[in-house]
């Protein structure tokens, strides 16, 4: 029992770091319709500038002769991503308006290429261990008193997580520019017309979801370094999308927890039957799954169509 | 001046519905096929053939069938990957399994088996649409390629996990394995892309290309008129697994050799094919073959001058054609969205009022 219990926690920690990623293609789907799948590697790419700001080793460090802080550097990287999506807005979107979806779809993975590229190029290919001073290990608290075993990053993952959602509500439901960007989601034709101004909602939007990225890379890079294979993790967001529904927040988060669960417990009760590494495929069978009863997604807005 | 149709009269439905119907365009394609029946056969090399001719008649055919799904029935598929390991590893079965099988029988059945294979993963298609759906082909493309890497019955329980393709003969030349001459392997690829080309052509000009092309264009509507979604859906699944399977048998028998699943068949793959029929124009057949040119040729050309022309070191190189090759597809989408068959089009319309566009 403890063990499963252990599994499922395990798992909805997991699912956290899911959701993350899973978030900042939700951000960017309801303001402006396009299916980002350069997520990933804006995760990746935010996980190598910040690395470069903070770390000896960086061109950073080569061209001034010091490192920032870590405070310093997170901000300095959120100034990076801004200017990232500036200049996707500037070069790429400005001149897609009015496509259709998919060819949206495969600028996003030129984009992706492109910024993969890009990163390998400026900070070099090799695995870096990002450490932004966040715990590790196992919390010794629940291990002596309750023999539990739970890794310190991962708690703290969720709690940042659960931060980063309750920040980006209120930036959503408080501020003006979070009503426009509600306002641009729900239509942007009425945005326009009462002068939104839709270039900068999407600049805004693509930034925001940087900021998101940005959180990824550094999780995901105090787990496992900073290195090519974070840009993967866009594939493991995947299922968590059409699970929660393209459209909705809340929907990343939850879908994100039950792909996490789900993918924890199949992997140690089932996997071993059919020759294990299930993990590859049975998040996508799973959302798969919930898609033929609710096509929409879990939370995704009821599909009407029409003629 | 030359390509011009006036004069060209047509007194029969049959020339009316030629898939030519311009005299010149008869005569451009004429001149292709014979160059490539008869000319190229007798100058080829090893590189020529691998790197750059079966590479690309793979590549084609690939395309063809994603073109299929994609671009005339509008399902969006990210599992071409997957289908092309199906296409291979149903030909290796069949190849060990029934020695004596002929060859050509073996990629015909290798594509039988993934046509089957599609139609199941194309099940979901008829509840959910559009990115959910592209997301759900992936389900299929993870899928596969685990089941090929962790079942041994598939690689014949072979130690490293790989399938090697064992030499096998067609009409008394050997298409298959190291010894094969690299004339009779092009010739074997390049008649089932011919043939497979001028089904696709036909087949969606017909009753049932016409019932893709309006699922896609409206699918509420075309059922509304009586077209039968589950039909339409589900032969476009069928088709293009079909050919894709055949693309992936022929990647793996005759182009590659040997293949191992998670190298060769990989997601990347996948993006590979989708990003041939983008750049090459979405529901068009001739299409699928300027795109998979153009992406087979770039990375070469890229890579030559970079690397030879500059002198860049290999890896600095690899990463600048990640990145060139991004932003080029990027460019060509905001320029020409449509692909390189509309810009074909274009062309022909200028061609035929050229020397005097007034």
Not at chain 1, 127 to 132: E, Y
Not at chain 2, 45 to 57: E, G, P, Q, R, S
């Amino acid at each position: 029992m403890m063990f499963f219990l252990e599994t499922v926690i395990s798992g909805l920690m997991a699912g956290v770091m899911y959701s993350l990623v899973a978030l900042g293609f939700v951000l960017i789907f309801k303001a402006s319709g396009v299916f980002n799948f350069a997520q990933g590697v804006f995760a990746l790419f935010a996980g190598l500038a910040l690395y470069d700001f903070i770390s000896m080793d960086g061109w950073f460090y080569e061209l001034f002769g010091f490192a920032l802080p870590v405070w310093l550097g997170i901000i300095a990287t959120m100034g990076v991503m801004v200017i990232v999506a500036w200049l996707v807005e500037l070069l790429v979107l400005r001149h897609l308006v009015n496509q259709e979806p998919i060819i949206l779809f495969m600028s996003t993975i030129g984009l992706a290429y492109f910024l993969e590229g890009l990163g390998d190029i400026l900070f070099g290919s090799d695995v870096k261990p990002l450490d932004v001073g966040l715990p590790s290990g196992a919390s010794d608290y629940l291990l002596d008193n309750y023999n539990f075993y739970v890794e310190k990053l991962e708690v703290v993952a969720a709690l940042i997580a659960a931060a980063l959602v309750i920040v980006l509500a209120i930036f959503f439901q408080k501020t003006r520019i979070g009503r426009a960007l509600r306002a641009v989601a729900d239509d942007h034709q009425a945005a326009l017309s009462v002068g939104i101004s839709l270039r900068m909602i999407w600049v805004v939007v693509w930034s925001v979801s940087g900021f998101v990225a940005l959180v990824a890379g550094i999780m995901w890079g105090s787990k496992s370094g900073v290195q090519f294979s974070l840009s993967l993790i866009a594939l493991k967001a995947l299922p968590v999308l059409i699970l929660g529904g393209f459209t909705s927040v809340p929907g990343a988060i939850i879908g994100g927890l039950i792909i996490g669960v789900g993918e924890k417990v199949a992997e140690i009760y089932a996997g071993p039957f059919i020759g294990g590494a299930i993990e590859n495929w049975f998040a996508y069978m799973l959302a798969l799954a919930f898609l033929l009863v609710r096509p929409q997604g879990l939370f995704g807005e009821k599909i009407i169509e029409r003629v | 001046m030359f390509y011009r149709e006036a004069g060209q009269f047509k007194t029969s439905y049959t020339a009316d519905e030629a898939i030519f119907p311009i005299l010149q365009d008869r005569f451009f394609i004429g001149a292709i096929l014979i160059v490539a029946f008869g000319v190229i056969p007798f100058f080829i090399d090893d590189y020529w053939a691998n790197a750059i001719l079966i590479h690309f008649l793979v590549y084609a055919l690939a395309a063809l069938g994603l073109n299929i799904l994609t671009g005339y029935c509008g399902q969006v598929s990210l599992g071409t990957g997957g289908f092309m390991a199906v296409g291979a590893y149903a030909s290796y079965k069949l190849v060990t399994v029934f020695p004596e099988m002929n060859f050509i029988v073996v990629i015909l059945m290798s594509g039988f088996i993934t046509a089957a294979v599609g139609v199941f993963f194309g099940l979901p298609s008829l509840r959910i649409k559009g990115f959910y759906l592209a997301v759900a082909t992936l389900a299929a493309q993870f899928f596969l390629v685990w089941l090929f890497n962790k079942v041994g019955w598939f690689y014949n329980y072979s130690p490293t996990g790989m399938i090697v393709s064992p030499p096998r003969e067609v009409f008394g030349f050997l298409v298959t394995g190291p010894d094969a001459h690299p004339a009779a392997r092009y010739l074997f690829c390049l008649s089932f892309v011919v043939v497979f080309a001028w089904a696709a052509k036909n087949l969606v000009r017909g009753r049932i290309g016409r019932n893709w092309m309006a699922i896609r264009d409206m699918d509420i509507a075309a059922e509304l008129i009586g077209i039968r979604p589950l039909e339409a859906k589900l032969t476009a699944f069928a088709v293009s697994s079909f050919y894709i399977g055949i693309a992936g048998a022929l990647y793996f028998s005759v182009w590659l050799g040997t293949a191992e699943p998670t190298e060769a068949f990989d997601i990347n793959q996948s993006f590979f094919v989708l990003f041939i029929v983008i750049i090459g124009g979405l529901g068009s057949i001739m299409g699928s073959f300027m795109g998979a040119a153009f992406m087979v040729l770039l990375p070469i050309t890229m890579k030559s001058i970079m690397v030879d022309g500059f002198g860049f070191a290999v890896g600095a190189a690899k990463h600048a054609e990640v990145m060139l090759l991004g932003s080029l597809i990027i460019l060509f989408l905001i320029l020409e969205p449509h692909g390189l068959a509309r810009l074909w089009q274009i062309l022909k319309e200028k061609l035929r009022r050229w020397p005097f566009p007034y």
